[in-house]
Every structure is written in C-alpha cells, then in structure tokens.
C-alpha cells in the first residue's frame, strides 16, 4: 500500500528571490508545503515557528549570509535523515564522488523532470 506524500514539508534556501519562489511554486504544485528562505538561519527561524522538521531540504550552493549550502544542510539534518539537494550554479561546488555527502548535487538551471524524479525516488512525491 502506497502511502500519500501529499503535504510533505520541503524547506528552500535560495538567496535568489526568482529562483527561491519558481522552485517553492514547483514544489507547492507536486503536493509539498514549502518553508522558503534566503537564508539558514531564517529557514531555522521559521522551522522552528511551524514546530516541524522538514522531510526534503533543496538548497543554493552560494549563500550570501551564514553558513553555505552544505553546512546549511547539515546544520539542518541534525540527526534526523532527511533527503537534501544542493543546487549550483558554481562549477567549483562540491560533488558526491564518494557517496557519503547525504545530498544530491544538482546544477543550475535545473531540470524539473529530473528534480521530481529525484523525489520520487526519495520518497517525497507520489509516482
């Protein structure tokens, strides 16, 4: 029996505004709530008003205030295991060539179709 991942909570980190609200728009329209900031330390914020986790982090690489996109997404991980991407424009941006970084690293622009296979295959969104 499939379970619904209507109502998932993804948190978006994207100091670009264009860009923080064309992917918080794309995740409302596969089902998931959206926590959107332009920073670490305001997603926290905000995370910790709603009281929840997020179970999906998608986050810039290149974060003008705080910590990058991979410490934000450990700081937000916790020791909860929670799928992330690392969105880059950045070539320099860390890969995942050893596996063990916990995060998918997409590059910019990215592409929906692969983003939301992602997220199936993660569990966020419905097949």
Known sequence: MKTSRKGKLAVVIEDDRLVLEATSSLLHSWGCRVVAAEC???????LCELGERPDL?????????GPNGV?????????FKIP???????????GDEDGGSGYHLLHKPVNPQKLRALLVD????PS
């Open 40 to 46: 670490c330390g305001d997603a926290i914020a905000k």
């Open 57 to 65: 982090i998608v986050c810039d690489y290149r974060l003008p205030q």
């Open 71 to 79: 410490d934000a997404i450990k700081m937000l991980r916790g020791a």
């Open 84 to 94: 992330a991407f690392l969105i880059s424009a950045d070539a320099t941006s860390p």
């Open 122 to 125: 993660a569990s966020v969104l």
